[in-house]
């Protein structure tokens, strides 16, 4: 029992201390690791809970980025916490709305069909350019401070405040669905990956569990979309919604160690350190993150996170090994 | 119309005049108040932007803020062609005097990889990590939007070159730190209609990229052709999209509305396979617009496929200038990815990116300082002579860039292609038409 | 001819050249699909590839028809490298098709950036080879040879492809074996040697595609993207891993293109996402599939 | 021994679907696999067959190894499957269908008449008169004939038989165990997966009854009959 609290503590300390111990710099790329982190966790929720590929979760990113842009630039006063939620709301909304689609269709259809919805919005987003302001976005709203009225107020331009907001909410919202995994729901959500047909007997559960799942992770993709726009300031097509913000966190999950809950955020942070690494190289860039990308599904299908069980494996491996020739001679 | 032409002109003036006042102090501190000189461009034997080497020491740090890997890696390898050209040649001459001393020019590259998120990123490096003096860049209005930002954020010189917004420079976008070198959709607009007030062609066709760059560039050039060819018939309008394919079915549509010139803001590929399908369906109309200076593309249809093309810039050299020819032996040395006929001549782009960034040095030794505050001083209602010896005025109120601009007509045969037709008498289009009016809302503009 | 019906005609042609074309690449996308279970992101790189190889080949030799021949030759070459080495060891992977989904989105990326290193970030240009340049009259109106020549080798490949798939005893095993691989390998077929070599005829048909589409297009790196997510929309739409289906819907939406672009060209791409979710939501399996 | 298997173990990802199971089958038998759904009958065959690669164990057939050999190679040794889903080719006409059965460069084992295209139709008339029809036009009974005949077009010496008689009505059941007593008798063996008890008893001359993933008793029709406890506790009641 003892354990895991002072593990928690530790692992909080840390990050506590993160934003006075390094630059701005550097904090500002943590920031970008909690929100590309929530939302490949998201994502996750699908692809390795549910065994459903999508290839358009940029559409929840997106639905949630532009929701904190719009409300952020509209309702002027609304507090910040506020905006964040609805838009995360909105987001869960549009997964509710698709759902009826969603649950009739598996394998590659399920995959094609995120693929077209995530694609539609972003044509549509590109189109309606007096609300999204098209390519150009939206930007240059006033971001309220993080207040308690009374009590404290936190620009959260500032990169240590932003930096605990960030973290504060993609931690909360990891947390969530770690719980969620849990509930009796989240066995349900596993049975339907290992066998869909055997869950059928129970009846509609099958379709019910997946619409709160489509829900429930399109809530969270759209809350980091939420803090994407908080931090960036703004809010575009390219940047939320293009197909490759839908492979950026398929990336990091397959890096970091498909069907593990923390594999995806472990894949996240090494993304970006790969990103730091070779943007001194910056034409080879994604010719090196495509070649890791291929070694990893070819060599490491478990990602990085089974990378230290396998090492300890061949360890064990080689201690009986060399205990065996000991006690041989 | 004209009371407000000329107040906007007497605007204009007024602040030319005001700049002038203050950026005297400093220029007069460094020296003499200069201008571009080509003949006294180093000797560039040997120069090759794949090699560049950073000087050591003391420098003056500049960032380039492009797309150096994905989808546009094309327009990194031009900002850094034209941005090692400069410094080389800087370097060459022993730096600019800065601080009481000679400092040479370094370039750091800062990857925008075209997404918003990289581009915040790779500035707050540039700015955090690297130091830099200056940043330079970018192309695409929304991730220029956040690197002003952010150069407001850190009190950093911002130079930018690439994105011909209008809006950048006006209302809360407007920062102090921004200086926008590049025309504007405004002035490319009022260009190209200023330019056909002179000529035949009535009817037009827009077809341009469906995105806001595409749809701002359609409205100024109507806009422009409302004011300076009443009668123009605009005989159709469409927009495609970006990367398309298939320019059949709008090429269609274009040859039944009778049109007698196409206008188009599109860039490569879009520009050119515009231009290649058309010749292909025998549809020999003229196009009009800012990026068919494409080379290849224009090798692709060959001396009577681009013959009558109507291309405008900001910045048209002539072949027989010196830049010119100095730019051109010296390309013969450049190893690949820079061995290409993109590269042979300075053409309007890479000559646009390289005044800016003389331009920016020059302010600097001016200022005697790499310090924001004070090159701004220097550099706002600066007037300075370009390239080509035209006359550059920085507007102090929403540092945009007074200029003329050029319109040439392609034909064939020319002594520099032969493999197609190229541009050949420039028309000037004087600055007082085609400037874009100050903003109203700025208190800075009084 | 009244202007109208030449517009109807000029725009019919139109879709019928550019459905032709989305028809090459989306068939061989089909059968790999149906054979092997995965759709092929790579599939989009492999056209683009072979533009760039046909730009090697007709700068090295002065011959479109050479590159013609050789260049879809040597992206088979490297569809059947891809599928020995790579997506036989991904399916080993006990990751199921996902694992090679996200392969071939892999290959898709390092294919884009090699194209860079090597031919440079520039767009390249490729001429309509001279026997097939100018224009044709029909009934009045004047086309270019060459898309009807596009038309024409779509045809040519569309009649050997059936050749093989209906006349040949490997057609009946890659026709068994699109519905059924398990079992074909249970009857006593290799099916490895088969799922690799439709792969490479399914990347030789993207290159052919690819050299087709040369002419008229700008080669640069991200050629293959538009064409290659419209072959997707066709094999989905179509029906997974039938051929009948995608010839229909590769047809329909070449035409929903280019009269689109005529009547209605504000809404044209909104046109084609929302009819392949539609069918989608409707018939998971696509139009003519049986497969999801 | 024409074909035996031991201490096969097969997982599907986390479930251990055989445990141990081994068994043999002699030049000639027919052999049954009983027990109810879900005990792993199905993926016995599948793992012989390769299918589904079992982790360890060993299978040998002519007293050679097929173990985790590939299907094909597995079929090529001389073992045919007729699935329990029949599995037949839906685009490919009946022709078609039964031509797949053939393993080309394949000779036939020298004792046994070979199986062709004609021999086939005279064992399953009503596939003839069909012939040129599409693989999904058939009806169920027709489909379980046609994969029969594929099967036989390898000219295998052993037949996996996964539930033929399933959804079939009594008088197509009675036509599928007579010709599959014909095929035992033109020298084929068999080993069957039956679900109905009736047929299962008038063809096989052993049996072994899988509990859950293992072998819980083997021994003739006669010897089973004889447990009435074994039978109640691993079958379903009738």
């Not at chain 1, 190289?281 to 990378?307: D, H, T």
């Not at chain 2, 800062?110 to 130091?131: H, I, R």
Request: net charge positive.
């Amino acid at each position: 029992m003892k354990r895991p609290v002072v593990w928690l503590a530790g692992a909080l300390a840390v990050l506590a201390a993160i934003p006075f111990v390094f630059g701005p710099l550097h904090t500002n790329l943590m920031v970008r690791l909690a929100i590309e982190a929530l939302f490949a966790v998201s994502l996750n929720l699908l692809l390795s809970y549910t065994g459903l590929l999508s290839f358009g979760h940029a559409l929840y990113f997106g639905v949630g980025a532009y929701g904190a842009a719009l409300i952020l630039t509209h309702l002027q006063g609304i507090p910040i916490l506020v905006a964040v939620l609805l838009s995360a709301l909105a987001a869960a909304l549009v997964g509710l709305v698709l759902s009826p689609l969603l649950v009739r269709v598996r394998a590659t259809a399920f995959t094609m069909l995120t693929l077209a919805f995530g694609q539609l919005m972003f044509v549509l987003c590109s189109k309606f350019r007096e609300v999204t302001g098209g390519e150009d976005g939206i930007m240059g709203w006033t971001t309220p401070p993080l207040a308690l009225p009374g009590l404290f107020s936190l620009d959260l331009r500032q990169p240590v405040n932003i930096y605990f907001f960030a973290v504060g909410l993609a931690c909360l919202g990891i947390l969530a669905m770690w719980f969620f995994t849990k509930t009796p729901m989240g066995s349900v959500m596993i049975s339907i990956r290992d066998n869909q047909k055997r869950v059928d007997y129970l009846g509609y559960q099958v379709v019910l569990t997946k619409a709160v799942i489509f829900c429930f992770s399109g809530f969270f993709a759209g809350l980091a979309g939420a803090v994407y726009a908080v931090f960036n300031n703004l809010v575009s097509v390219g940047g939320v919604l293009h197909i490759m913000v839908s492979f950026q966190p398929l990336m990091a999950i397959l890096v970091g160690g498909i069907g593990t809950f923390f594999g995806p955020i472990l894949g996240s942070g090494l993304l970006l350190l790969l990103e730091e690494v070779t943007q001194a190289y910056p034409e080879l860039a994604l010719m090196i993150s495509g070649v890791i990308f291929i070694l990893v599904v070819m060599f490491l299908p478990g990602g990085a996170i089974s990378f230290g069980a396998r090492l300890r494996a061949w360890w064990r491996k080689r201690a009986y090994l060399r205990k065996a020739r000991e006690s041989e001679a | 119309m004209r009371v407000l032409q000329r107040t906007i002109w007497w605007g204009v003036a007024a602040t030319v005049l005001l700049g002038v006042t203050l950026g005297t102090g400093p220029a007069q501190a460094a020296g003499a108040a200069r201008g571009f000189n080509a003949s006294a461009v180093a000797d560039m034997t040997g120069f090759d932007p794949a090699k560049f080497e950073n000087p050591s020491g003391d420098v003056v740090k500049i960032g380039v803020l492009a797309p150096f890997s994905g989808d546009a890696a094309s327009v990194g390898q031009i900002y850094w062609a034209t941005g090692t050209w400069v410094a080389s040649d800087i370097n060459r001459r022993g730096g600019i005097t800065v601080d009481g001393k000679k400092k040479k020019i370094a370039l750091i590259k800062g990857d925008t990889m075209g997404k918003p998120a990289n581009t915040k990123q790779a500035v707050e490096k540039l700015c955090l990590q690297d130091k830099v003096d200056v940043l330079w860049g970018t192309a695409g209005s929304h991730l220029t939007a956040i690197i002003q930002a952010e150069a407001d954020k850190y009190k950093k010189l911002h130079l930018n070159s690439g994105s011909l917004s209008d809006t950048l420079m006006e209302g809360k976008a407007f920062t102090p730190y921004t200086f926008q070198h590049i025309w504007t959709t405004h002035s490319v607009g009022a260009t190209l209609a200023k330019f056909f007030a002179t000529r035949q062609e009535r009817k037009f066709y827009i077809l341009n990229q469906d995105y806001v760059f595409g749809h701002e560039l359609a409205e100024s050039f109507k806009a422009g052709l409302k004011k300076y060819v009443p009668d123009a018939q605009i005989v159709g309008e469409d927009f495609h999209p970006l990367f398309n394919k298939d320019f059949a079915p709008y090429l269609t549509k274009v040859k039944a509305s009778g049109a007698e010139m196409i206008f188009t803001g599109d860039w490569i590929p879009d520009s050119s396979n515009l231009l290649k399908q058309s010749r292909q369906m025998g549809i020999n109309l003229p196009v009009a617009g800012i990026f068919l200076d494409d080379i290849n593309g224009l090798i692709a249809v060959g001396p009577e496929g681009s013959k009558g093309l109507v291309f405008a810039s900001e910045l048209l050299i002539n072949f027989q200038d010196g830049i010119q020819h100095k730019w051109h032996e010296a390309w013969k040395t450049w190893a690949a990815p820079y061995n290409t006929p993109l590269y042979e001549w300075l053409g309007s782009t890479t000559g646009a990116y390289a005044e800016s960034l003389y331009w920016l040095l020059d302010a600097m030794e001016r200022a005697g300082s790499a310090d924001a505050e004070k090159v701004i001083k220097v550099w706002e209602g600066d007037e300075w002579t370009g390239l080509i010896g035209q006359k550059l005025t920085m507007r102090a109120c929403d540092h945009r860039v007074v200029r003329d601009t050029y319109v040439t007509e392609f034909v064939s045969p020319n002594k520099w292609y032969k493999d197609c037709a190229f541009m050949d008498k420039i028309t000037t289009i004087p600055a007082e038409f085609v400037t874009l009016p100050q903003p109203k809302d700025s208190s800075r503009c009084k | 001819m009244s202007p109208e019906t030449q517009m109807y005609l000029a725009q019919g042609i139109h879709g019928l050249a550019y459905g032709m074309l989305l028809f090459l690449v989306a068939s061989g996308l089909t059968l790999i699909f149906g054979m092997m279970g995965i759709l092929n992101i790579a599939h989009g790189a492999f056209f683009m590839l072979s533009a760039y190889l046909c730009v090697t080949v007709l700068g090295a030799t002065g011959s479109y028809w050479l590159s013609l021949l050789i260049a879809p030759l040597g992206v088979a070459l490297l569809g059947i490298l891809v599928e020995r080495f790579m997506l036989r060891r991904a399916q080993a992977s006990g990751m199921g098709h996902i694992a090679e989904l996200l392969l071939t989105l892999g290959v898709s990326l390092v294919l884009a950036e090699a194209v860079k290193l090597t031919w440079g970030t520039e767009g390249l240009q490729v001429n309509v080879p001279s026997a097939l340049a100018g224009l044709v009259n029909i009934a009045g109106l004047e086309y270019p040879i060459y898309r009807l020549f596009i038309i024409v080798l779509s045809l040519v490949v569309l009649a050997l492809l059936s050749l093989v798939l209906f006349k040949t005893r490997l057609g009946t095993i890659v026709r068994a074996a699109v519905s059924d691989p398990g079992m074909v390998s249970a009857l006593g077929v290799n099916t490895q040697i088969v799922f690799m070599l439709v792969f490479g005829l399914g990347s030789w048909m993207a290159g052919v595609a690819g050299v087709a589409a040369a002419p008229i297009l700008t080669v640069f790196p991200g050629l293959g993207d538009q064409i290659g997510m419209d072959a997707f929309v066709v094999v989905v739409v179509g029906g997974f891993g039938s051929l009948f289906g995608a010839l229909l819907a590769a047809l329909f939406l070449g035409e929903l293109n280019a009269f689109g672009i005529q009547f209605i060209p504000k809404l044209s791409p909104v046109l084609m996402f929302s009819f392949m979710a539609l069918v989608l939501a409707f018939k998971p399996t696509g139009l003519f599939g049986e497969r999801e | 021994m024409l074909f035996r298997a031991t201490n096969l173990n097969t997982y599907y990802g986390l479930i251990h679907a055989l445990q141990k199971i081994s068994l043999n089958v002699d030049q000639g038998e027919i052999v049954c696999l009983l027990g109810r759904n879900g005990m792993g009958k199905s993926t016995t065959l599948k793992s012989v067959m390769g299918l589904v690669p079992p982790q360890s164990g060993a299978i040998e057939f002519q007293g050679r190894s097929i173990f985790r050999a590939l299907p094909h190679k597995v079929a090529r040794a001389g073992v045919g499957l007729v699935p329990q889903e029949r599995r037949i080719f839906p685009t490919l006409t009946v022709e078609e269908n039964l031509l797949m059965g053939v393993k080309a460069g394949c000779q036939p084992p020298k004792d046994l008449e070979p199986w062709t295209l004609k021999r086939v139709y005279k064992h399953f008339n009503s596939l003839e008169r069909r012939s040129r029809n599409k693989g999904s036009q058939l009806s169920g009974g027709e489909q379980q004939m046609l994969c029969m005949g594929r099967a036989l077009m390898g000219n295998p010496l052993l037949l996996l038989v996964d539930e033929p008689s399933e959804g079939l009505a009594p008088l197509l059941v009675k036509e599928v165990r007579d010709v599959l007593l014909q095929i035992n008798q033109a020298g084929v063996s068999i080993l069957l997966v039956e679900h109905n008890l009736k047929v299962a008893m008038s063809l096989a001359h052993r049996c072994y009854l899988l509990g859950k993933g293992f072998v819980a008793f083997e021994g003739t029709m006669a010897e089973l009959q004889a447990r009435p406890d074994v039978m109640a506790k691993y079958l379903e009641v009738s």
